[in-house]
């Protein structure tokens, strides 16, 4: 039997932390020296975030205990996993508190962006139980991919879940360059619908998953590239914020239309961890965290002006937006120490610890143009470098350059 990967949104992310006229707070959510408490009748002066370790620590264990219940009383012959979707809150303080005390569970995490793939990295990496899985979400590109198969090399458990079908070719393009063989899961999209807040972009007209035709060509593909052996885990994701656990149920049945076990594909008897099945708890994160969702931050910002050029205007303004260091330090991470972290991990000769600096550098954004995306630059502005011929900086530099021809150009 697979074992259950399940993201563990509800139960924990909300567990978390609470916005009152707090009469005391945790210190640790100070980014300087630990704060003192007032004195006692009085109140700090602002509002703040009180954060409790103990309550999730309380939510981690218990939820453990209720899918082992769940596991010895239905005579399940797999295990559940949990794996936290670090979207739901990405404070540095929450996602290390969930791994340290999701460790004795194997208790994982699950990133839908570049900067939020550099967080679980270098948590799991620092903290994270052996057997954790880190699971890749949300949309892909090379740098994405890589980064991905590049925290196999280092020990994680990492399954990459495609989410639309042409994210398998920039998989096996990643892994052919890189010579790592990846674990590839994928989403199905499911007819079940929900009445919550997101019911509209439920079903079948939901942004993200394959539906079976496309789960077919996914299968036919890997068969013809022998990599079949690469498919392990099986995600529906009904929607986020479902107003009922009874829908799990129905999505389950209409996957494998009424029978009790599907046949799967047979896997190598060493090098691998069996099949998962994973489901998606939901929970409500956008109303606390704003434009911070998924750490994507801002765009590039350009004012464009009427001009008497040719063309009638002209580029005023260029500004860069956030790096993923930069988003990084919104939630109180530290990149530099963060990526020499990932750094001891690395065995080659310096190529990965510059791809990792490179993607603290650049912005959280897909690139849709794999050759830029090779290029990009920032290690440099991020105050990281990978020793690897100066190759991050020499592209920081280009990367200005570019934005000041930006900056002056009139079209």
Known sequence: ????????????????????????????????????????????????????????????????????????????????????????????????????????????????????????????????????????????????????????????????????????????????????????GMRAKLRTKHAGHFGATSGEKGKFGLNAAQILSVVAKLKALAMLDCLQLLHFHIGSQIPTTALLADGVDQFIG?????????????????????????????????GLHNLFGGPSVVRVSQSDGPHCFAVTRAAPGPSCADVLRAMQHEPEVMFEVLKQRTTDDGATAAALARAFGSMPYLSFDAEEAAAMSGAESSGMSSDSEGSAAGAAEDDDEEWEVMRGLTV
């Open 258 to 290: 009424g029978r009790s076990s599907l046949p799967l594909h047979e896997l190598p008897a060493h090098g691998t961890r069996g099949y998962y099945l994973g489901v998606f708890l939901g929970g409500a994160y956008q109303e606390a965290l704003g």
């Open 1 to 184: 039997m697979p074992a259950l990967a399940v993201d563990a949104a509800a139960p924990v992310a909300h567990a978390f932390a609470a916005s009152c006229d707090a009469r005391s707070t945790s210190p640790r959510w100070s980014p300087g020296p630990p704060a003192r408490a007032p004195a006692a009748g009085s109140a700090w002066p602002c509002r703040c975030s009180c954060a409790s370790p103990d309550v999730l620590r309380h939510r981690v264990e218990t939820l453990n205990a209720a899918f082992a219940y769940a596991v010895r009383s239905t005579g399940y012959a797999g295990r559940y996993q949990g794996v936290y979707p670090v979207k739901c809150n990405q404070d540095r303080y929450v996602v290390e508190d969930i791994v340290e005390f999701g460790a004795p569970f194997g208790f994982g995490l699950e990133a839908g962006s570049k900067p939020e793939l550099l967080l679980t990295m270098s948590c799991l990496v620092a903290r994270g139980s052996p057997d954790a899985l880190l699971v890749c979400n949300g949309y892909k590109d090379l740098e994405y991919v890589s980064l991905a198969l590049i925290a196999r090399t280092m020990g994680l458990n990492t399954v990459i879940v495609l989410e639309q079908e042409e994210e398998l070719d920039i998989v096996v393009e990643a892994s052919r360059r890189l010579n790592i063989r990846p674990v590839v």
